[in-house]
């Protein structure tokens, strides 16, 4: 007699039963063990995806960034540059000015205006001497007084920093309109 037939019939069952539970429960703790490797699979896949996504965005957005970056510096080079032309062309402007209300106030130079013609002697009358120093001749000529003379390149001298400045700003603004 063997051992088997020793133990009754319910055990038996029992016993396959339960063999049969323990076999059912491996498979499934099997298939959910082989599910999770997938899964895990196509996770690790997706996230290396997603990751190497994001590297590139990074990386575009960085040579982005860079190549803006250096359309701002050659901008504001080129600003500097127009910046200090200005600013030389100012000074040259103001310095021919107050070298001209200098000689102007040291009387080393006279302003004079031609005056109006009241009196006509014939179509080109022409002086029986001429003056010394004086190359044209047949117009009158009116010195002006030192003080006036001086408030006139007062005047010119605001009117020609007013173009500078506006030739500035026109060449700024056409700097910053103009893509490059």
Known sequence: MR????????FRIAAAGVLLLM???????LAWTVQDWRYSRVLERQSRLQADTLNEL???SAALQRSEQDKRLALE???QSKDETHH?????????QARLRDRLATADLRLSVVLAATETIGCCAMPTTT???RVVY???????DPAHAQRIIGVT?????????????????????TPK
């Not at 076999?23 to 703790?29: C, L």
């Not at 030389?88 to 021919?96: A, I, M, Y």
Request: aromatic share 4%; hydrophobic share 40%; glycine share 12%.
């Open 3 to 10: 051992l088997f037939d020793l133990i009754p019939v319910q």
């Open 23 to 29: 076999g059912g429960a491996g498979s499934a703790a």
């Open 58 to 60: 990074s990386q575009a």
């Open 77 to 79: 080079q080129r600003l």
């Open 88 to 96: 030389k062309e100012l000074t040259d402007e103001q310095t021919k």
């Open 131 to 133: 003056a010394t120093g």
């Open 138 to 144: 047949g117009t009158k000529r009116a010195q002006l």
């Open 157 to 177: 001298n605001a009117g020609d920093q007013g173009l500078i400045a506006l030739r500035a700003c026109q060449a700024y603004a056409k700097e910053v309109s």
